[in-house]
Each structure stands twice: as C-alpha cells, then as structure tokens.
C-alpha cells in the first residue's frame, strides 16, 4: 500500500501542478480585467456560495463518508453489488442537491446578507451579487456530482482523471474573461456564467471514464435499485456512510464557515478586502494543493483499503511518510512566501486594473496565511486517518475550536492590521489544532515512533531532526535568493519570477540532494 500512496501521490500532485498553473494564469486575467476592487469582490462573493456548499456536500462530507466504505465494498464485493451502493447514494445525493440549489435561488438575497453583511447597504452591488449568485449556485449539482464519481475512480487507484477536472473550471473562466467588457451592467457576467457550463463539461468528462473503467455500468442506473429489498441489502454499508456523513457535514460546513468567516469580516473593512484575501489566498493553494491536498486524497484513498484500516502500524508508516513529504515541501515555500511576498504578487497581478497599493494589501495577506501553511498540511494527513477510521466526532470538535478561536482573534487583529489580521488569526487558530489533532493521533497511537534503542530510530524516529534540518537548508535557499535577487537587474513581471523561482527550487533540491535529506519514497523507484 505505500506503492499505492506514493504513485497516486505523484499522480496528483503533477496534475495539481497544471491545475495550478492554469488557476494562476486564470486569476492573473482576473487581476487585469477586473483588478482588486468592487468589480472583482461582486464577483468572489457570488462565487462564495457554490464553492462553499460543493466542499460540503461533495468534496467533504460525501467524499469522506462514501469513499472508505465504496473502497471496501470495492476490494471485497462483487462489481454488481458495489455499483447498486453507489447508485443508491447516488440517487439521495441528487435529491438532496436539487432540493439545495432551489431553496438558494428562491432565498438568494437572505443568503447573500448573511455572507456579505457588509455590502447590504449599498443597494446596487447587493442585486448585483444577487444575480450573479443565481448563475453561479447552478455550478454545485454539477461540481458535486464530479466529486462522486472522483471518488470512485480514487478508490479503484485512477487518480489522474478526478485530478483533471479543475484545470477544466480555469480554461472555462479564462474563456469567459475574453467577453468582459465595460458595456456589460455587471462586469464579471460572463464568469458567472461560465461556472455552471464548466460544471456540466467535468461531469461529462469524469462520467466517460467511470464508464470506460466499468465503476458505472447498466446497473447503475437500474431503478431496481432502489426497491426495498436491496435498501435492506446495504442497509449496514448506507447506515454506516449516514453515520460518518452527518458528522462530516457538521464539521466540513464548521471548517467552511471559518473560510466563510474571513470573508464576511472583509466586507466590513472595505471594498478591496475580499480580493485582497482571495488573491492571497490563490498563492496559498499552490504549495497546499499540490502538496496537502493531493496527500491527503491519496492517504485516505490507501488507508481506507481494508488491509491498512485496522492496522495502526501500517497507518503510522503512511502517515510518517506523508509529514516528511510536507515537511520538505511546506517550510522552503513559507519561508519565501514570507521574504518575497510583495514580489511575487507585483510580478503576477500588478498590471492593468491592479495598482501597486493593491499588490501590498495582497502581500500583507499573503505573508500572515504562510505562517500557518505547514500545519495546515499535516493536519489534511491527519484528517486522512481520522476519516478513514471512522472517527469524524473528533475533526467536529477541533473544528469547533477551530472556527471560535478564528473568530475571535479575527475581531482583535482586525483593527491592527486590518484584513491582514483577518488572516494572521486563520493561520494561528490553525496552528492551536494542529496541536489538538498531534494529540489525539499519538493518543490512539495512529503514528508510532519507535524507541531509541532501536535499529530504525534514525530513520523513523526523526520529525523533529528532520524539520530542524529543513529549516536550516530553506534558509540557505532563502539567503542565496536574496543575492541573486540583489545581483540582477531585472523588473518584476512573470518571466524573471519564473526564472527566480525555477533557481530557488534547483537550489533547494541540489542542497537537499546533497545533504540526503530528500524523502527517500518521493524520487525512489518503488517496489512491490
């Protein structure tokens, strides 16, 4: 199973590296065309809403509760029995979407005063989003169920189509940019628009190939289904995915809301805010997508097999790799995200409608979300394992915390720093569970370190060590990059940032080469 980790690892995070690159040069058009503004703050709050609710009922609780018991189903039942559940859940999932989306078009305007408190009293920027919102919800039945059949081809080990699919959404909305125009009422119409029909483009692109491996046959969609008998059938498999779904919606809509939360204070610092930790947040999700994300969708996908799940020893193997691969990953691309910051975000936006007053709001953001990046990535390794195992009640209660303490230190720092408090208290709030989590996975010894006296504490027993050297080396990175930075004459734009970076990330991996401290599993061949 950590063949199965790592390939499917590797497989994510190549696409991730895609997905992202077009998400960057999707926001850099974003940034031209709409700027850091109003313009584009109507646009990122009616997009709120969809992105918020598909996480939620797809990519969260759905995902985290279907998966572990599809993967079982899929590794010890017969190809019929496994496509009758999951046409079954299937079927509630699009009831309960459609019930969803209608209630939101019929209530919009109450839902929008409740993410956006502080645009309700400008009148004309209300209906706007209000509008625009209508389009942009449509994208959610669509984008949700994608994620369904993701998970499905995640589970049988075909991680590269699901991982596909976002580079899909950025083409749709870049197409969309080219029909923006000043004669439009509202600006960014034509994203609002282009959301739904990305939506419907990845749902016919993942159904062909859930199709093509099998995963979705006649079966599948055989009314026969749903009679009662075979309710009774997989009445232990749909309560089991019930009793972890209701936990996972609870936590997963906490974890949403604390993201919600940033943006609903931002609305009461100005106009700009919004964009200000969008564009910010845009940066984050490089290195945590390719790297936290993509782990974490693998590592519930291997642990879930039935030859992990009961097994704490092979968890702690996994797991023990996936913090080594975050480490190695997350602190060089803190540390520079925190020295370069206002750089890296005039080289990518400051162009068009987006000022150099509009680049330092960013990189103040920018720089406070960094400090939290590392923990935020172990902490998706560790959710991984939670979920898995069946124990969401304990991801709802950290979320909890989470969303108080992010809160509350969002009010505080708020008025010292404006939206840049809002995102120095989402990095330290995120930071306080990541130490609840470290507590409770060494509690139900998920990972096992091994004693002193062993012949394995040098290469198992080495976190700490290991993080303290990875710290040292970015550093170096950091430092090498501060004199050539000072021994160029270049301006910021995107080829010298592209040249800057693909330095840094020679540099870094010729010292950690050097210094043997490169994860073995990463770069090895594997073995069966």
């Known amino acids: 199973m950590i063949k199965f980790l790592i390939k499917g690892f590797r497989v994510n995070a190549t696409l991730t590296i895609l997905s992202r690159i077009t998400g960057f040069i999707r926001d850099i058009i974003l940034a031209f065309f709409l700027g850091a503004g109003i313009a584009s703050d109507i646009f990122f709050i009616s997009s709120k809403l969809p992105n918020l609710f598909r996480r939620i009922t797809a990519e969260g609780a759905m995902t985290s509760s279907f998966l572990p018991i599809y993967s079982k189903l899929l590794h010890q039942s017969k190809s019929e029995n496994v496509q009758k559940f999951s046409s079954i859940i299937c079927f509630f999932l699009i009831i309960f979407l459609i019930i969803l989306v209608l209630l939101f078009e019929i209530f919009m ?68 940019c080219l029909y923006i125009n000043e004669a439009l009422k509202i600006k960014s119409l034509p994203l609002a628009v282009a959301m739904p029909i990305s939506g419907f483009i990845q749902l016919c692109f993942i159904y062909y190939y859930v199709r093509k491996f099998d995963l979705v046959t006649k079966v599948f969609f055989k009314i026969s289904n749903l009679k009662q008998n075979n309710l009774r059938k997989f009445k232990n498999n749909i309560s089991d995915t019930l009793k972890r779904f209701f936990p996972a919606l609870l936590s997963g809509g906490i974890f949403q809301i604390n993201i919600l939360v940033d943006t609903i204070l931002a609305t009461f610092v100005g106009f700009g805010a919004v964009s200000y930790l969008y564009y910010s947040d845009r940066i984050i999700q490089l290195p945590l997508g390719i790297i936290g994300v993509s782990l974490g969708t693998v590592l519930l996908s291997s642990i879930s097999h039935p030859k992990v799940v009961n097994n704490n020893e092979k968890i702690s193997d996994q797991l023990m790799i996936a913090i080594r691969i975050s480490l190695y990953f997350a602190i060089p691309s803190m540390v520079t995200l925190i020295f370069f910051s206002e750089f890296i975000i005039s080289s990518l936006f400051e162009r068009g409608s987006f000022d150099k007053s509009s680049s330092e709001s960013v990189a103040l953001a920018l720089s406070m979300y960094s400090l939290g990046l590392p923990f935020v990535m172990i902490i998706k390794c560790f959710q991984s394992v939670f979920i898995a195992t069946g124990k969401m009640k304990k991801i709802l209660y950290i979320s909890v915390s989470q969303l108080i303490i992010n809160f509350t230190l969002s009010i505080i720092l708020m008025k010292y720093l404006s939206h840049g408090g809002i995102a120095l208290a989402t990095s330290i709030s995120t ?13 139900e010894k998920k990972l096992i370190f091994v004693s002193k006296s062993s012949k394995n504490y040098a290469s198992k027993n080495s976190i700490l060590v290991y993080l303290i050297k990875i710290s040292i080396l970015s550093t170096l990175m950091i430092f090498f990059l501060y004199l050539f930075q000072n021994g160029t004459d270049f301006n910021p734009g995107i080829i010298y940032l592209s040249i800057f970076t693909s330095i840094g990330i020679s540099f870094y991996i010729f010292i950690t080469y050097v210094t043997k401290q490169i994860p073995n599993e990463l770069f090895s061949r594997l073995k069966l």
């Open 431 to 443: 930071i306080l569970s990541f130490i609840i989590y470290s507590f409770y996975i060494l509690k």
């Open 109 to 176: 305007p109450f839902f929008i005063r409740i993410i956006a408190p502080g645009i309700i009293n400008y009148e004309n920027y209300f209906d706007d989003i209000v509008t625009l919102s209508r389009f942009t919800i449509i994208f959610l039945p669509f984008i949700s169920i994608t994620a369904f059949f993701g998970a499905m081809l995640n589970a049988s080990g075909r991680f590269f189509y699901f991982a596909f699919t976002p580079i899909i959404y950025n083409l749709s909305i870049i197409i969309s």
